[in-house]
Nanobody
Framework: EVQLVESGGGLVQPGGSLRLSCAASGFTFDDYAMSWVRQAPGKGLEWVSS????????YYADSMKGRFTISRDNTKNTLYLQMNSLKSDDTAVYYC??????????????WGKGALVTVST
């Protein structure tokens, strides 16, 4: 059974940092691209970032470039999202997702339950 379990969410002040982790199990982690997707309160899903199976290529939504860093440790079956210079607009539930293939060319077939990140004073 595929499982994606996010952790590391919480309350942070504007300008602060958080690192999200996603522990993956039930599949061969280094055979698949992974992504982060978020959903702000009352809004739709927003793609955040993706990484290829080997971590060589990474992709970011424009509003996250320079602030967020996606990475993976295939020896630990774990995906990460380092978030710096956080803004109130970054408040959202962040989902870890698995793609159908080694690259993001294909869609996402599994999602975690999400981690809430709240950016507020």
């Amino acid at each position: 059974e595929v499982q994606l379990v996010e952790s590391g969410g919480g309350l942070v002040q504007p300008g602060g940092s958080l690192r999200l982790s996603c522990a993956a199990s039930g599949f061969t982690f280094d055979d698949y691209a992974m992504s982060w997707v978020r959903q702000a309160p009352g809004k739709g899903l927003e793609w955040v970032s993706s990484i290829t199976w080997n971590g060589v290529a990474t992709y970011y939504a424009d509003s996250m470039k320079g602030r967020f860093t996606i990475s993976r440790d295939n020896t630990k079956n774990t995906l990460y999202l380092q978030m710096n210079s956080l803004k109130s607009d970054d408040t959202a539930v962040y989902y870890c997702t698995k793609h159908y293939s080694k690259t993001r060319a294909h869609g996402m077939d599994y999602w975690g339950k999400g981690a809430l990140v709240t950016v507020s004073t």
